[in-house]
């Protein structure tokens, strides 16, 4: 069965700190490949997907993920993280062919963000 | 507009009591979905409906019945349910994958469930 692990369950960072965010999946065929965020008391919202092309895929607030297919790995990453970035992080995983749009999330991680 | 929007908000309901969650998107999108998702875990998929037929139900208890009477609409009939189903629902929408293409899912803000 496909899954979607991710390492870190709960960081703790200070402002201005670097971020990455590990994820790994298993499936070994075509992917396609999702960041979301969930701010304390807000409703999920995508962060960066990846369906095809450029390995690197920037998405919004300045994130960025790389997709490393012999890793099956999809991490998401910061240069300098704000106390706004405190929030739930899932990387979701939907498996390719049909038109089901099921997607498989991680455990997700907490992120907490230091003044 | 790119909303889906859920209501209530909050319900509280007996596990005697009937009630429905509704949910509603107006960006075209023809295939939704319903969410469970407990505290610090990752959304659980119930149910997806594509051109408002039911294509996937994840084993979900009777108890939780969906309905899509129409495009724009989702609703999530509740009866007789337990004090484990305490939840936050969410639903989601998105354009109908096509073979290995995909959209992403854009989400609601659910709805917090409380079952006494």
């Known amino acids: 069965a496909q899954s979607v692990s991710q390492h870190n369950h709960h960081v703790i960072l200070s402002e201005a700190a670097s971020l990455e965010l590990g994820c790994n999946y298993s499936y070994g065929g075509t992917v396609n490949l999702f960041w979301y965020v969930q701010y304390p008391g807000q409703h999920l919202q995508l962060l960066l997907k990846y369906f095809s092309g450029d390995p690197l895929v920037k998405g919004i607030k300045g994130f960025e993920a790389e997709f490393i297919k012999s890793k099956f790995s999809f991490n998401l990453r910061k240069p300098s993280v704000q106390w706004s970035d405190t929030a739930e992080y899932f990387c979701?995983?939907?498996?390719?062919?049909?038109?089901?749009?099921?997607?498989?999330f991680g455990q997700g991680t907490t992120l907490q963000v230091k003044p | 507009d790119t909303e889906v929007t859920q209501t209530p908000k909050h319900l509280v309901m007996g596990m005697t009591n009937k009630k429905s969650l509704k949910c509603e998107q107006h960006?075209?999108?023809?295939?939704m979905y319903w969410y469970k998702q407990k505290a610090k875990k990752p959304p659980e998929l119930m149910f997806v409906y594509s051109y408002e037929k039911l294509s996937i139900n994840e084993s979900v208890p009777s108890r939780f019945s969906p309905e899509c009477p129409n495009s724009s609409l989702l609703n999530l009939h509740l009866h007789a349910l337990q004090p484990e189903d305490s939840a936050l629902y969410l639903c989601?929408?998105?354009?109908?994958?096509?073979?290995?293409?995909?959209?992403?899912?854009?989400f609601g803000p659910g709805t917090r469930l409380t079952v006494t």
């Open positions: 979701a995983v939907r498996s390719g062919s049909g038109n089901t749009g099921k997607l498989i």
């Open positions: 960006m075209g999108h023809r295939a």
């Open positions: 989601a929408s998105s354009q109908v994958p096509s073979g290995v293409s995909s959209y992403e899912q854009y």
